[in-house]
């Protein structure tokens, strides 16, 4: 059915419907798993069973409801193996990147996951790396479009609408962004960029016909096929970018050095069990591994490249 006014009033009526659709799913997620607000190593009232919890808060990389059920499991696994030196890891979840990064910037976050790019940033609001993701080959940009769609080469995105998570998000943004760029076709001027809040919100752009192509990463995508296969079989991918490491492992400074280890150890054998590599595998991930910041020297060599070529990014600022 065409609306009064002919196609473009069609395409702005799936605009406000894919709108709406997004902001009842996350209005629904959110009351139920609402942000918490930040609070300090708490103690239980039990002198002789004195535990210390700290904030774990990995960054927006797939939708909320699965990020809370696949990083509850990891961390149940882990505190477990915590219990024993009375330590404990809260999981916070964040519905869009701009939250995370307000956290990350406050300090409130004892743990983080966050992607490379944030994982530079954090070391400038006291925040040291020990660890990462593993399977860096799988830290890249993606670009889907419909089936059907008419578009067949990169230049053919020239006037096109591009759904994208957030202006932070390093693979599904930024690193298409300069790939785009790289292939002579300006984000700022020859595509209209939409920042959408989540992945799963810029592949259901497309999927609707709202955009002509989104961006995305790989985790995000094979978990979208899980989940809205319906949706998936319309569209697929038809570009990537090169790789970059993997988002990273932060710990505040302020958090004693012991703990931080132990946390460290717990997570880096996390992957030792059948249910670890069952869980690991629902998060995308092989296992977590040691790493410190020059780990990340390729994301700033990155990130002197993107601004040099696409625009200067405003760090946890945006």
Same mark, same amino acid.
């Given at each position: 059915?065409?609306? %009064?006014?002919?196609?473009?009033?069609?395409?702005?009526?799936?605009?406000?419907?894919?709108?709406?659709?997004?902001?009842?799913?996350?209005?629904?997620?959110?009351?139920?798993?609402?942000?918490?607000?930040?609070?300090?190593?708490?103690?239980?009232?039990?002198?002789?069973?004195?535990?210390?919890?700290?904030?774990?808060?990995?960054? %927006?990389?797939?939708?909320?409801?699965?990020?809370?059920?696949?990083?509850?499991?990891?961390?149940?696994?882990?505190?477990?193996?915590?219990?024993?030196?009375?330590?404990?890891?809260?999981?916070?979840?964040?519905?869009?990147?701009?939250?995370?990064?307000?956290?990350?910037?406050?300090?409130?976050?004892?743990?983080?996951?966050?992607?490379?790019?944030?994982?530079?940033?954090?070391?400038?609001?006291?925040?040291?790396?020990?660890?990462?993701?593993?399977?860096?080959?799988?830290?890249?940009?993606?670009?889907?479009?419909?089936?059907?769609?008419?578009?067949?080469?990169?230049?053919?995105?020239?006037?096109?609408?591009?759904?994208?998570?957030?202006?932070?998000?390093?693979?599904?943004?930024?690193?298409?962004?300069?790939?785009?760029?790289?292939?002579?076709?300006?984000?700022?001027?020859?595509?209209?960029?939409?920042?959408?809040?989540?992945?799963?919100?810029?592949?259901?752009?497309?999927?609707?016909?709202?955009?002509?192509?989104?961006?995305?990463?790989?985790?995000?995508?094979?978990?979208?096929?899980?989940?809205?296969?319906?949706?998936?079989?319309?569209?697929?991918?038809?570009?990537?970018? %090169?790789?970059?490491?993997?988002?990273?492992?932060?710990?505040?400074?302020?958090?004693?050095?012991?703990?931080?280890?132990?946390?460290?150890?717990?997570?880096?054998?996390?992957?030792?069990?059948?249910?670890?590599?069952?869980?690991?595998?629902?998060?995308?991930?092989?296992?977590?591994?040691?790493?410190?910041?020059?780990?990340?020297?390729?994301?700033?060599?990155?990130?002197?490249?993107?601004?040099?070529?696409?625009?200067? %990014?405003?760090?946890?600022?945006?």
């Amino acid at each position: 059915m065409v609306l %009064p006014g002919g196609p473009a009033a069609s395409k702005k009526a799936n605009f406000r419907a894919a709108t709406v659709l997004c902001c009842l799913c996350l209005l629904c997620w959110a009351c139920g798993n609402a942000d918490q607000p930040p609070y300090e190593p708490a103690y239980s009232s039990e002198p002789s069973a004195r535990v210390t919890q700290y904030i774990f808060a990995p960054h %927006p990389l797939m939708n909320p409801q699965k990020l809370a059920e696949i990083y509850g499991a990891l961390l149940d696994m882990v505190n477990k193996r915590l219990a024993a030196e009375h330590i404990e890891l809260k999981l916070e979840t964040s519905l869009t990147y701009a939250a995370f990064n307000e956290k990350l910037a406050a300090g409130k976050l004892h743990f983080a996951l966050p992607n490379p790019y944030q994982t530079i940033l954090s070391l400038e609001h006291g925040y040291a790396v020990f660890g990462k993701m593993s399977c860096d080959e799988e830290f890249r940009g993606i670009i889907l479009l419909r089936k059907n769609s008419p578009i067949t080469t990169l230049a053919g995105l020239k006037g096109a609408s591009v759904s994208f998570p957030a202006p932070t998000a390093l693979a599904a943004t930024m690193m298409p962004e300069l790939f785009l760029q790289e292939h002579g076709i300006d984000p700022a001027k020859d595509i209209v960029e939409r920042f959408v809040g989540t992945h799963d919100s810029a592949m259901l752009n497309v999927c609707l016909g709202v955009t002509e192509a989104a961006c995305t990463w790989p985790i995000a995508w094979q978990l979208f096929q899980k989940e809205r296969p319906a949706q998936a079989r319309l569209i697929a991918v038809r570009w990537q970018t %090169p790789s970059l490491p993997n988002n990273g492992l932060v710990a505040l400074q302020s958090v004693p050095a012991q703990v931080r280890d132990k946390v460290a150890q717990a997570l880096f054998h996390i992957h030792e069990t059948p249910e670890g590599r069952r869980v690991l595998n629902m998060a995308g991930v092989e296992r977590f591994e040691p790493a410190d910041g020059a780990t990340f020297a390729p994301v700033r060599d990155f990130i002197t490249r993107y601004t040099n070529a696409v625009r200067e %990014p405003k760090g946890l600022d945006e």
